[in-house]
């Protein structure tokens, strides 16, 4: 009789599964009409990331030598409001820019994760496995069987695919070989969320790009003790952006007051968000009167004719400047077709050495493949290092011997500058560069820290948040009609779906 009834059971639960199952198939298929998505990969991604109801989101707490954040507790409280079934977890930290007792405050419950990788709140009960969980960082070591988990993975150009090869052996363990799983893993890059116009709206590249500027500014202030730069402070020890742009307002008006003894002209490499973030703290301290912008060939113009005044100079660097065909005539424009240079970039060879030569300081904000020319080469920063030159290189971008010959790179906003010598061709060490400091000849200070934003880690994460906030919204409401293009980007930027990887980024995955 217990048999029986025990049969009984097991087919009615059944039966429930195949209803809830067909129930999911529908609505799933009516998404799927409405997000216009015509793969397989689209269609499973739909289902997974907005079909499955949101219940539990937990923010991880990322390694200590990261202190942003991408959710606030401004975004807890707005979700709690919004959503007062969501039930929302932060990893305690003590690093993060915002403290436990912000999130606390804002509705958040705190956890710890045990022994086993689940999480407690601080009493020491379990809580809910989440449904979607949030890092900045490549979640190594922290994937939750089942969740949808967001991060910059670093893998949709090549960089690396560590990660999500570990993600696709634990879901093929998991589910041995089942091709579709009703619950399955989800990797959602933030940096492949993009709008109508493939521009990225979730990026910390500005931020980058801002304390990447702030910290050249005040290398350039210990270089030249007697620059309107002396004394300006790196980015980490400002208490805030504002704070930072009140300090140079501070030095422009003296500039325009008193003048400064010599031209400086500061290159900026690249149109993207870093770029843009670098260029707006120029554009915002020196406005007008003795700041002017350049292109590379007015520079070479004003060079050769002796015509550069006691001013700040801007020049930015388009990839028609940095690059011509080999054997053509170096010319501002000449020698560079972009549809040639993409199929057949080894034809081509870089420039920038000529404009460096001009320059008190470069910044590197472009995305480099190795299938490109470098901008820089050694004995590009042994010509330099010869003549005496004083030069300050920000190498954003972070690409270990990339595009420019960066030999290591560093997690510690300490001592960010890699000390290169030149004329030995080796590294020479460390060091915070900070005023006083004796650089001896020959001798090129680089900076070469990949985790600048976390120098503004509190600014750059309220807006990062701010951004991010509608599309854990459109997440939360499901199938709602009005959410149909963020529901589109989320879903546009998964990587992978159990054990299928997106194909528009699996030929990466070698």
Request: charged share 20%.
């Amino acid at each position: 009789m217990t048999g029986a009834k025990q049969s009984v059971g097991t087919t009615h639960r059944r039966s429930s599964e195949v209803r809830s199952t067909t129930k999911t198939i529908v609505s799933g298929v009516r998404l799927n009409e409405k997000l216009s998505m015509a793969d397989d990969f689209g269609r499973r991604a739909a289902h997974a990331l907005l079909e499955r109801p949101l219940s539990t989101l937990l923010l991880l707490a990322e390694d200590g030598f990261d202190e942003c954040a991408v959710l606030g507790p401004v975004q807890v409280e707005q979700l709690c409001a919004s959503f007062p079934k969501i039930r929302i977890l932060v990893e305690s930290s003590r690093t993060r820019c915002f403290s436990d007792a912000e999130y606390l405050e804002a509705g958040a419950t705190l956890v710890k994760r045990q022994p086993g990788g689940d999480f407690a709140d601080l009493r020491g009960s379990r809580t809910p496995s989440p449904d979607v969980v949030l890092s900045t960082k490549q979640p190594y070591g922290r994937l939750i069987p089942g969740a949808r988990q967001f991060a910059f993975y670093n893998v949709h150009r090549g960089q690396d695919h560590q990660l999500l090869r570990a993600m696709l052996a634990v879901d093929r363990h998991r589910h041995g070989t089942v091709v579709f799983t009703p619950f399955p893993y989800v990797a959602v890059d933030y940096e492949l969320v993009l709008n109508d116009r493939g521009r990225r709206m979730l990026q910390f590249g500005s931020w980058a790009g801002r304390v990447g500027m702030l910290n050249t500014l005040a290398a350039l202030g210990v270089l030249y003790p007697d620059s309107p730069f002396a004394g300006l402070k790196a980015a980490r020890e400002y208490d805030s952006y504002g704070r930072a742009l009140h300090v140079l307002a501070g030095v422009s008006a003296r500039v325009h007051s008193h003048g400064i003894t010599r031209p400086f002209v500061i290159g900026v490499i690249g149109h993207g968000d870093v770029s843009a973030g670098a260029q707006e703290v120029l554009d915002d301290m020196w406005g007008s009167g003795l700041y002017e912008s350049l292109t590379p060939a007015e520079l070479l113009l004003r060079v050769r004719a002796g015509a550069l005044k006691n001013k700040i100079y801007k020049v930015v660097f388009s990839r028609q400047d940095r690059y011509v065909a080999a054997g053509q005539v170096m010319g501002p424009g000449h020698g560079f077709n972009a549809a040639h240079y993409e199929s057949e970039p080894e034809r081509y060879a870089s420039r920038m050495a000529e404009y460096v030569m001009h320059l008190d300081a470069l910044v590197n904000a472009v995305h480099w493949e190795p299938r490109y020319p470098r901008l820089l080469t050694d004995r590009d920063l042994y010509r330099i290092a010869r003549t005496g030159q004083r030069l300050i290189i920000a190498d954003i971008t972070c690409d270990r011997r990339g595009s420019i010959p960066t030999p290591e790179i560093t997690h510690d906003a300490s001592r960010p500058f890699l000390l290169w010598n030149g004329i030995g061709g080796s590294m020479a060490g460390w060091t915070d560069l900070a005023p006083g400091t004796d650089l001896p000849a020959g001798y090129i200070p680089i900076l070469a820290n990949d985790r600048l934003p976390r120098d503004l880690a509190r600014d750059a994460s309220e807006a990062f948040a701010a951004s991010f906030l509608p599309y854990l919204t459109a997440i939360a409401r499901g199938g709602d009609d009005g959410e149909l293009e963020r529901q589109r980007a989320i879903v546009d930027a998964a990587l992978a779906v159990g054990c299928t990887l997106n194909p528009k980024i699996s030929a990466a995955i070698v």
